[in-house]
């Protein structure tokens, strides 16, 4: 029991040291609480709070990795290296994709309760 409350206190300050050094998380966190704020007052459904929460984890997990990455190819090389320049934008190229897919899910998501918003102003 002990290792496995050792291993979250780990992976905390693994979310700490993110939130505190990465202005991208940072901006997605907030992005990601407008959603949440967004998903109560529109009061959406169980499906589309597992599909936003699940986009959110996603896009959030991508990028702690993608700093993770980038950390480990910092410490191998410090001189630039074309090896190195590849893994940073495969990784970066990873956390757009991961955003982009999930701005669509938010959009289909959102836009049929602004549209009713809209409509009823």
């Known amino acids: ?4 409350v050792r291993n979250f206190g780990f992976a905390t300050a693994g979310i700490q040291y993110f939130f505190s050094t990465e202005r991208n998380g940072r901006i ?3 992005i990601a609480l407008l959603v949440i704020v967004a998903g109560f007052y529109f009061g959406i459904s ?4 597992c599909l936003i929460l699940l986009c959110i984890a ?4 991508v990028e702690m990795m993608n700093t993770a990455l980038e950390r480990v190819c910092e410490m191998l090389s410090a001189d630039f290296h074309p090896m190195v320049k590849i893994i940073k934008d495969v990784a970066a190229g990873a956390v757009l994709c991961t955003t982009i897919a999930s701005v669509i899910v938010g959009l289909l998501v959102f836009l049929p309760y602004i549209k009713m918003l809209l409509q009823n102003l």
Request: hydrophobic residues 60%; negative net charge; glycine residues 6%.
């Open 58 to 61: 996603l896009v959030l997990g």
């Open 46 to 49: 169980n499906v589309e709070w």
């Open 1 to 4: 029991m002990n290792s496995l």
């Open 28 to 30: 997605q966190a907030v």
